[in-house]
């Protein structure tokens, strides 16, 4: 049947609700002796807290009443009984013939789950030792042992979690529906372009390694470069995805500092560093529970980082981690596996052509030389100078590759001939290098001396790129190079000649290198005499990708802008680092803000407004501009994160530093930055806050800017629904949509949509669909916090029309979203909260929670495919 309470329909089983205050949640009963486990209630309580549940305790409640009263009172309005015991049996009253405390554990009705610890070691009293046993045949209480109060709170904090999803599933099952398709796990795994070659014995042995019964959860992968441990790293990772939750590549390539590691395993994970609380708690509690496979791509540049992958262990308790690396972590726990080279052919003189080929490596060369020229094939006439180039190359693959690429221009027999001496001098030159290593340098050395005398300047100059590089960042580097008149030939040589790999982003191409042949071209760079005008150069250039961009990234030309600014992200980060350490804030300060955009978008506002600190906090003088832009900014941020009230003075500033600097478009900003602010505040002042955001629409008009004008508008809106006038908000967001449709902006159509689902659920008409496609929106834009405020409309929605399973479900995964992401939604009071607080003021209030935890629980790409289901429409 449905219920309406509070103006929300509710399924149930029957016509007479039990009708709860909108205060009381799930209720856990705490029974103990007092004075001997204070420590341990006191950890009680927190875990049960941690899961948004009620502590039910004797000391919580004032008490008039009599303590036999107050216990049985309490424990006949709980849903669950948690029993914790040590030594004392506790006080027998005058009259009775047992203690409060086993008279609680006897009122508990037999239908309360019962979860009963025992702390060890212990003496108990003789009356405590006789109830242990009965509680320990009684076959509907769990009974477990804990020797401290922290290692209690983890046991009651697991056990209830599991409780509530148990006690989901089997209200789910009791429904008649059917179990939900399982969606695939969502990787994060680069597509290699090639296949693997001679590598069976090693993949074998490594799944075996990473099997469900094999105690091996640190695993490094050691050779030399170019010996291919990321491309084993990733065919073991591929094969084994079935045995996670999620297989996740991090690829370490362009870190340089031991504090960027971190940070840069938690983006992979969609996790942010808000400074708050430190990065490996938040990624303990965005992964509780979760089986990961870690792969670590290019450790040996972030050696010294080495004990936060130990970190990491201990804090994903049920991950394993695969690391690439050309050294040791040296880290307890660590399983080392060796990756040699290729399997050789013997002495090739006289040797059959079937034995030949049965060498890995030269499988390698015939395959990689056949991709270059599809003429080419080892046969009895240039089979044995093929097996002695591989000999000569040691049998190391990426040595080969860059051999093999050359066969368009030159037979096996002349790659030799010409490979010879270079080997000979490399390895006379450098004898402290291993000899694997002096293989890969000889024959990246080799491949460079073979370019024209242009593509071997271009190559040193391309050493001070950090990440992939455009054909225009290129050109920009030139700084009136020899080669600058003709960069695309020569760039073209290069790739030709493998030094560079191409691919294409968002219609641009880009460029990489291997990390073998980068650390060669960043080697040659630093011996360039225009060292600083190049990374001037460099760093300039992606200040003026910052003002090229700034306009598309409105309107319809909005997604390409976005992807193109994370293909450069990571120049534009080590770019920007550069002119501040130069002292030339401003022109950083500038650029941050013009790419506002994508920093929003792309939930990567927190590292914009760690810049702004360091900019803030440098002992520099500032431009009034530059000053308002920061301070700004990071209260925008500020104001998306947990937190209370925000000071208003900064902001206030800032608009006065636009102002006095004629920038209106600024000075709007600021000031919607100010009403959003003002309407956070507690109590809200909504009135300054509408008056502050009539004045920023006025600066910044529709004809001037129509993207951010429809924010302002937005902002407008909100405080209409704070307001609670439904019907006002309504009208705001949907004129909004329609403008934000008309620019093909959709970003702005996305926030809009948000706002008229939201509205329409004020005025209790529930619009899934709003969200969804809002949802959709989100996801093609990359916009990671749109999935928080979509799925809690959607779980808001379905609370609405009565669905309590789906509700909790979804309001749960939208919390394990905004865990990922840090920020949060300060308009909660006004949007989801009051739906969830309805249901717990009921009879489902149980189901509903068990929901929510199993929600929580959910991965991303599960509570994505709920949210886009059926019901979501």
Not at 322 to 327: A, D, E, F, G, W
Not at 465 to 472: H, I, K, M, V
């Amino acid at each position: 049947m449905r219920a309406l309470v509070g103006g929300l329909a509710v399924n149930g089983p029957s016509d007479a609700p039990v009708i709860r205050t909108p205060d009381q949640r799930l209720r856990v009963f705490v029974s103990s002796t007092l004075r001997e486990l204070e420590p341990e209630r006191a950890a009680a309580r927190r875990a049960i807290e941690r899961l948004h549940l009620a502590p039910v305790m004797f000391e919580l409640g004032a008490s008039p009443h009599p303590p036999r009263e107050l216990y049985r009172a309490y424990l006949q309005q709980s849903d669950v009984f948690v029993g914790v015991y040590w030594q004392q049996y506790g006080w027998i009253a005058p009259g009775e013939e047992i203690s409060g405390l086993e008279d609680e554990y006897r009122l508990a009705s037999r239908q309360m789950p019962k979860l009963i610890y025992v702390k060890q070691p212990a003496e108990r009293e003789e009356p405590l030792g006789e109830l242990m046993a009965r509680i320990r045949d009684d076959d509907t209480a769990s009974y477990k042992p804990f020797a401290t109060a922290d290692e209690l709170a983890e046991l009651i904090e697991a056990d209830l979690a599991t409780l509530l999803a148990e006690r989901f599933d089997a209200s789910h099952a009791s429904k008649g529906s059917g179990t939900e398709e399982e969606v695939p796990t969502v990787d994060v795994l680069p597509t290699p372009s090639t296949e693997v070659v001679g590598r069976d014995a090693e993949i074998a042995t490594l799944l075996a390694w990473f099997g469900e019964y094999d105690g091996r959860r640190l695993v490094t992968l050691v050779g030399a470069g170019g010996i291919g441990k990321t491309r084993l790293a990733l065919e073991v990772a591929r094969l084994a995805r079935d045995r996670f939750d999620r297989v996740t590549f991090v690829s370490l390539e362009h870190v340089r500092e031991d504090r960027d590691v971190l940070p840069a395993i938690a983006r992979q994970f969609g996790v942010r560093d808000l400074g708050d609380r430190p990065m490996i708690d938040r990624l303990a509690v965005a992964r509780a529970g979760r089986r990961d496979l870690i792969v670590l791509d290019n450790f040996e540049q972030v050696v010294s980082s080495a004990p936060l992958v130990a970190t990491l262990l201990t804090a994903l308790p049920e991950a394993k981690v695969l690391v690439t690396s050309r050294t040791l972590l040296r880290l307890r726990g660590e399983h080392v596996f060796d990756v040699d080279p290729l399997e050789l052919p013997s002495d090739p003189a006289g040797a059959a052509l079937t034995e030949i080929m049965a060498a890995p490596a030269v499988r390698l060369f015939r395959d990689r030389a056949r991709a270059a020229d599809p003429r080419f094939d080892v046969t009895e006439e240039n089979a044995e100078d093929v097996a002695r180039l591989c000999r000569a190359l040691d049998g190391v693959p990426l040595a080969i590759e860059l051999a093999a690429i050359r066969i368009r221009v030159l037979t096996p027999a002349g790659m030799l001939e010409r490979l010879g001496p270079v080997l000979s001098m490399l390895a006379t030159a450098a004898r402290d290098v291993p000899e694997r290593q002096r293989t890969i340098r000889a024959t990246v050395e080799w491949s460079v001396d073979l370019l024209g005398s242009d593509a071997q300047a271009m190559f040193a100059r391309l050493g001070v790129f950090s990440g992939d590089f455009s054909l225009d960042a290129v050109e920009a580097v030139a700084v009136d190079a020899p080669w600058a008149a003709d960069v695309l030939d020569t760039v073209l040589e290069l790739v030709d000649g493998s030094l560079l790999r191409q691919h294409v982003n968002a219609g641009v191409p880009y460029f990489s290198m291997l990390v073998p042949v980068r650390e060669i071209a960043t080697a040659r760079f630093e011996q360039d005499t225009d060292v600083p005008a190049v990374r001037r150069a460099h760093a300039e250039h992606y200040v003026r990708l910052a003002v090229e961009t700034e306009p598309l990234l409105r309107g319809s030309t909005q997604l390409a802008a976005l992807d193109r600014l994370e293909a450069e992200r990571d120049n534009i980060r080590s770019g920007y680092r550069h002119l501040i350490t130069l002292g030339d804030s401003d022109a950083v300060v500038d650029a941050v803000w013009r790419l506002l955009l994508y920093w929003w978008i792309r939930g990567l506002l927190p590292e914009a407004k760690a810049w702004m600190a360091d900019v803030l906090n440098a002992r520099v003088r500032l431009t009034d501009r530059t000053r308002a832009i920061a301070l700004a900014l990071s209260a925008f941020v500020s104001l998306l994160q947990p937190g209370g009230n925000l000071d208003l003075a900064p902001i206030e500033e800032s608009a006065t530093l636009f102002r006095a600097e004629g920038d209106a478009f600024s000075e709007g900003c600021a000031l919607t930055v100010l009403s959003i602010a003002c309407m956070y505040r507690s109590p809200p002042d909504l009135d300054r806050a509408e008056e502050t955001q009539r004045r920023a629409l006025e600066l910044v008009t529709a004809d001037r800017d129509p993207t951010f004008n429809a924010f302002f508008h937005a902002q407008l809106g909100t405080i209409e629904l704070f307001r609670g006038h439904g019907e006002a908000a309504l009208a705001i967001a949907e004129a909004v949509v329609a403008d934000a449709v008309d620019i093909g902006d959709r970003f702005v159509e996305a926030v809009a949509l948000t706002n008229v689902g939201w509205a329409r659920l004020a005025l209790g008409d529930a619009r899934p669909d709003l969200f969804v496609r809002a949802l959709q929106l989100s996801l093609q834009l990359g916009y990671e916090d749109g999935t928080g405020y979509e799925l809690e409309g959607l779980g808001a929605s379905a609370a609405l029309l009565g669905d309590v399973d789906r509700g909790g479900l979804l309001l749960g995964a939208a919390e394990a979203a905004r865990t990922r992401t840090g920020m949060a939604d300060q308009r909660a009071r006004i949007t989801h909260a009051p739906y969830a607080q309805q249901i717990l003021a009921t009879e489902w209030a149980m189901q509903f929670e068990a929901a929510r935890a199993q929600g929580r629980a959910m991965s991303r790409g599960d509570a994505l495919s709920l949210a886009l289901g059926p019901a979501g429409g």
